[in-house]
C-alpha cells in the first residue's frame, strides 16, 4: 500500500472509514456496506498490476490485512453498538455466572469416557481470550483454538477406552459446558461482530463448522432450563437459587470489606491511642476473613464483569505494552505463544484488579 500506484486504494480505504464512522450504528446496514467494500477491494487487488504476479497466498494475505486495518479501526463504533445486544450480554453473562456454581458433565449427558474438567480449562482459556482482540478472525481464531483442544482431547480419550470416534453429538455438550464454565464477557456481542464482519468469503469449512457449533452453544445456554440439564424442575430453581444467593453474598462481602476498610482510615486519623490501634487491628483480621472467602476464580470473574460495565475498561488495557502488537512488530524471534501468554496474563490481571477495587493498574504494578 505504500507504492504510489496504491494510491487510490489508500484513499479508498481512508474515505470508507470515515463514512462508517460518520453514519449512527445500524448492524446490519453496517455489515452490508463492510462486506461489499471488502469484496469490492479484493476484487480491485486482483485486477492491480501491483498483485497482477502475486500468488493465492499473497492475495489473501492482502485481503486478510484489509479486514483487520478496517475492522481495527471501526472497532469501537460497531461493536456492542446496539442497546439491545448490551443488554444480551449481560443476560447471557448473568446466566452463566449462576450455571457454572452447580453444573456437572452429567447434567449435558458428558460419558465419562470424555470428561476431562481439568484438560477442558485449556479451552476454556482460549476461548476467554477473545476479548482481547479486535480484528473478526482473530476473535474467531480464539473460538476455533477452544474448538480443537476439545476435539483433540475427545479423540484422545476415545483412542485411549477403544472406542468409534467422537462425533457432533459427543463434541457439542462439551463446548456448551466449556462456554459455561469460561464465561467471556459480551460473548453474544462477539459472536455477533464475526457474523457480521468476517469475510463471508474465509467463513467457510473448518471455521465455518466451528463457528456454527458455537452458535449453537450459545442458543442453547441463553434457553437452557431443567428439562435441558436432565433436572427436576424444583431442582433446578433450587440450584439457581443458591447461585444467585452465593454470588450475591460474595459481593455483599466484598463491599463490607470496603466499607471496614474505610471506618479503618477515618479511625485512625483521628486517634492513634494504643487501644483504637488494638480496634484497627482486628479489623484488618475482619477484612483479611472477608477477603479470603473470594476465590482468585470469583475475583477474575467479578473484575470481568466490571470490565464489561465500565466503559474506560478497555482504556486500561492500553497501559500495558504489546497487548495490541502483532508477532512481526517485534524484532525477538518466535514470540508468537509467548506474545499470546503475556495478553492472557494481562486480561486477568486487568480483571482481578477490578475486582479487588484497584483503579490505574498498569505494567509498572506487577
Partial sequence: MRHPSAAEFVRAIKTFIVSISNTPPDPETDSTSVQQFLANMEASFRAHPLWSTGSEEELDSAGEGLEKYIMTKLFPRVFASH??????????????????????PEHLD???????????????????????????????????????????????????????????????????????????PQLHSNLLYIQRFRCESRLVGEAAYFFTNMLSAEAFVTN?????????ETEFQKNMESAQALIHGLSTDYTTGQNIGQSMSSENSESTTEKENEKEKDKEKEVSS?????????????????????????????????????????????????????????????????????????????
Fill in 110 to 184: 458428558i460419558q465419562p469416557t470424555y470428561q476431562n474438567e481439568t484438560s477442558w480449562i485449556l479451552a476454556q482459556k482460549e476461548l476467554q481470550k477473545i476479548n482481547i482482540y479486535k480484528a473478526p478472525r482473530d476473535k474467531l481464531v480464539c473460538i476455533l483454538s477452544c474448538c480443537k483442544v476439545i476435539s483433540n482431547l475427545l479423540l484422545n480419550a476415545s483412542v485411549a477406552a477403544n472406542e468409534n470416534p467422537p462425533g457432533a453429538d459427543e463434541f457439542l455438550p462439551v463446548l456448551i459446558y466449556v462456554t459455561i464454565k469460561a464465561n467471556p
Fill in 224 to 232: 437452557i432450563d431443567a428439562k435441558a440439564l436432565s433436572m427436576d
Fill in 83 to 104: 442497546q439491545h445486544d448490551i443488554k444480551q450480554d449481560e443476560n447471557l453473562h448473568q446466566k452463566l455466572s449462576l450455571l457454572q456454581q452447580f453444573i456437572k
Fill in 290 to 366: 472477608v477477603k479470603k472467602n473470594l476465590s482468585v476464580s470469583d475475583l477474575e470473574n467479578k473484575g470481568a464483569d466490571m470490565i464489561v460495565k465500565d466503559g474506560n475498561g478497555i482504556e486500561e488495557f492500553r497501559n500495558f505494552p504489546y497487548l495490541y502488537s502483532e508477532a512481526g512488530d517485534l524484532t525477538v524471534g518466535d514470540v508468537e505463544d509467548l506474545l499470546d501468554r503475556y495478553k492472557e496474563l494481562v486480561l486477568k490481571y486487568v480483571s482481578l484488579a477490578k475486582g479487588v477495587g484497584v483503579g490505574g493498574v498498569s505494567s509498572e504494578d506487577k
